[in-house]
């Protein structure tokens, strides 16, 4: 176990060789702390269950690198891809169907996955060869601390490494469902009321 503050580039570039071995990571997004893993190894993804002590009927939402790395991972459209470019990177969690060969332990055998691009530079570096985990950094049913100690008091020598950005006490993501013919509030957490209203009058399909 390895605790890195304000990580280098070769710093981040280690962490990701440790990503590619099936290594457990938590970093900073733009809301809370997250747990990371690489979300097409599938060891990996149970290793993020295990460590957070999760049902599996609960699915773990995804990091992205961009849109083109989002259309890799969740099906989308023309009016979808407009309402991503306006609310991503941001605060937010976009339910969408997910495309084929996505793992279903990683979405606990639904066909829609959650998908993130946090307004943070250190998750858009750790995914920019492949999509990572994005699930609170917490044991489940316990809270998600806002700094690194306090996280690794709770979650313990189970992470490869801790990505330690500061205190962060953003609050949660907002959850839109966009898989059905207008979108949908899931979970309100950090939004923008003006784009919010805006994106729930527009008819997706």
Do not use: E, F, W
């Given at each position: 176990m390895k605790i890195i503050k304000n990580p280098s580039k070769n710093q981040l570039d280690d962490i990701i060789n440790d990503l590619?071995?099936?290594?457990?990571?938590?970093?900073?997004?733009?809301t809370i702390y997250g747990i990371g893993a690489d979300i097409h190894n599938q060891n990996a993804i149970m290793k993020v269950y295990?460590?957070?002590?999760?049902t599996?009927?609960?699915p773990l939402s995804v990091c992205v690198h961009d849109i083109n790395q989002l259309k890799q991972v969740a099906q989308s459209n023309e009016v979808i891809d407009d309402m991503v470019n306006k609310l991503l990177p941001g605060p937010y969690t976009l339910l969408l169907k997910k495309k084929e060969g996505i793992s279903d332990k990683l979405t606990a055998n639904s066909d829609k996955i959650g998908v993130?691009?946090?307004?943070?530079r250190i998750c858009s570096y750790l995914t920019k060869y492949y999509?990572?985990?994005?699930?609170?950094?917490?044991i489940s049913g316990k809270t998600t601390s806002d700094n690194i100690n306090d996280i690794v008091n709770q979650l313990g020598d189970n992470i490869n490494c801790y990505i330690d950005a500061g205190i962060l006490d953003n609050g949660s993501?907002?959850?839109?469902?966009?898989?059905t013919e207008y979108p949908s509030i899931i979970r309100k957490g950090v939004y923008d009321e003006k784009i919010l209203n805006e994106i729930l009058e527009i008819n997706l399909y």
């Open positions: 590619s071995d099936g290594g457990v990571i938590v970093y900073p997004t733009d295990d460590i957070k002590n999760r599996y009927d609960k993130r691009i946090p307004d943070n999509p990572i985990t994005s699930t609170s950094a917490n993501s907002t959850i839109i469902d966009l898989t």
